[in-house]
T-cell receptor, first 114, second 113 residues
Framework: AQSVTQLGSHVSVSEGALVLLRCNYSSSVPPYLFWYVQYPNQGLQLLLK??????LVKGINGFEAEFKKSETSFHLTKPSAHMSDAAEYFCAVSGTGGYNKLIFGAGTRLAVHP | EAGVTQFPSHSVIEKGQTVTLRCDPISGHDNLYWYRRVMGKEIKFLLH????????ESGMPNNRFLAERTGGTYSTLKVQPAELEDSGVYFC???????????FGPGTRLTVL
């Protein structure tokens, strides 16, 4: 079975500060891991994904995430927050073989203050 | 290229009524997925089509939900009769092959009163 835990349903940072959104997963098989973002009134957009290549994954809009198997973590970071980063972020896991549904965490809403 | 589209964007219905949600995947995508997010909780998988066939419907909550994908193009999700707990946002996603990125639509917000 697979599951995802996102620590912190709400995170608030100042513009220009480091963004750190935490994600821990549980999986009995080697996982694929994803971060999606949902801006207001829009659908989910893929930020980045880990598919067993490089453990440090770079995504769009300056975000990156590091897969740490020993810690079963896939935390999302961005060195300097921008006002436009305010959104809800979802971590998800899937299996690696065949057709795989996504298992999502509960989401983290990021607020960015001037 | 057009993305995944969903209709309607919002639907408000009374308990006991029927509602049909529609999803148009990206052209050429054989795989179509339905997910649902109940208020404040995680997004949960409902079912997966490969072309017109149901590959996995393990997430369908009960037999009040009926999904179809006739002809392997667009899909509909019917809720009949709707209950209060069916309220939430219903997302559709599609991808071309196994393991490919799933592209999501904007969702349909369903409110059952």
């Amino acid at each position: 079975a697979q599951s995802v835990t996102q620590l912190g349903s709400h995170v608030s940072v100042s513009e220009g500060a480091l963004v750190l959104l935490r994600c821990n997963y549980s999986s009995s098989v080697p996982p694929y891991l994803f971060w999606y973002v949902q801006y207001p009134n829009q659908g989910l957009q893929l930020l980045l994904k880990y598919t067993s290549a490089a453990t440090l994954v770079k995504g769009i809009n300056g975000f990156e995430a590091e897969f740490k198997k020993s810690e079963t973590s896939f935390h999302l970071t961005k060195p300097s927050a921008h006002m436009s980063d305010a959104a809800e972020y979802f971590c998800a896991v899937s299996g690696t073989g065949g057709y795989n549904k996504l298992i999502f965490g509960a989401g983290t809403r990021l607020a960015v203050h001037p | 290229e057009a993305g995944v589209t969903q209709f309607p964007s919002h639907s408000v219905i009374e308990k006991g009524q029927t509602v049909t949600l529609r999803c148009d995947p990206i052209s050429g995508h054989d795989n179509l997925y339905w997910y649902r997010r109940v208020m404040g909780k995680e997004i949960k998988f409902l079912l997966h089509f490969v072309k017109e066939s149901k590959q996995d419907e393990s997430g369908m909550p009960n037999n009040r939900f009926l999904a179809e994908r006739t002809g392997g193009t667009y899909s509909t999700l019917k809720v009949q009769p709707a209950e209060l707990e069916d309220s939430g946002v219903y997302f559709c996603a599609s991808n071309q092959g196994a393991g490919d990125t799933q592209y999501f639509g904007p969702g349909t917000r369903l409110t059952v009163l």
